[in-house]
T-cell receptor
């Protein structure tokens, strides 16, 4: 069961444009992670957010965790073709037996020159 | 390279055959996870090990699937009597559970793409 909803599902933009993708859930997560995945490869971790309202920046990428720790957004400034990929958000709960991540379906981003 | 590695990267098999995949986690990581990803979906959790103990299994893990981590280092995932519905990317991830850690960043391997004909 996918507890995280990501939007939009697909996004095609031109180099230099800005964009925001969203990750929403009805559940509270103790932390939320963003990954980028390229075709035929495993997801690569971009960032982990833990505190409600937290904002983290990674070069041109800005990640925000909602105050209630149920939603998150990723904003990319001046997108480049190298940003093309599948962006996945994943939330986790620290249970007695582990910390399985629940993933959204992802936002597929295409940045054209 | 100290990342998570998986072998093989691709596997094509006929329905009914058994397949086995291997995952080598980051060396100091004590937690190891298996996920499955089908086209258009995010990864779905299958099972989890802390050291050599298998502590959690998803409902997705039917009795045809078995995973081991015999010495708390590498892990294997075996699928018996494969079915076409088993075709997917099988991903392995590892993390470190520290004393003070309440969350664990999981680092993924490149995956094994399974195609069942």
């Amino acid at each position: 069961t996918q507890l995280l909803e990501q939007s939009p599902q697909f996004l095609s933009i031109q180099e230099g444009e800005n964009l925001t993708v969203y990750c929403n859930s009805s559940s509270v997560f103790s932390s939320l992670q963003w990954y980028r995945q390229e075709p035929g490869e495993g997801p690569v971790l971009l960032v982990t957010v833990v505190t409600g309202g937290e904002v983290k920046k990674l070069k041109r990428l800005t990640f925000q965790f909602g105050d209630a720790r149920k939603d998150s957004s990723l904003h990319i400034t001046a997108a480049q073709p190298g940003d093309t990929g599948l962006y996945l958000c994943a939330g986790g709960e620290n249970s007695n037996s582990g910390y399985a991540l629940n993933f959204g379906k992802g936002t597929s981003l295409l940045v054209t020159p | 390279d100290t990342g998570v590695s998986q072998d093989p990267r691709h596997k094509i098999t006929k329905r009914g055959q058994n397949v086995t995949f291997r995952c080598d986690p980051i060396s100091e990581h004590n937690r190891l996870y298996w996920y499955r990803q089908t086209l258009g979906q995010g990864p779905e959790f299958l099972t989890y090990f802390q050291n050599e103990a298998q502590l959690e299994k998803s409902r997705l893990l039917s009795d045809r699937f078995s995973a081991e981590r015999p010495k708390g280092s590498f892990s294997t995932l075996e699928i018996q009597r494969t079915e076409q519905g088993d075709s997917a990317m099988y991903l392995c991830a590892s993390s470190f559970r520290g004393i003070a850690g309440v969350y664990n960043e999981q680092f993924f391997g490149p995956g094994t793409r399974l195609t069942v004909l």
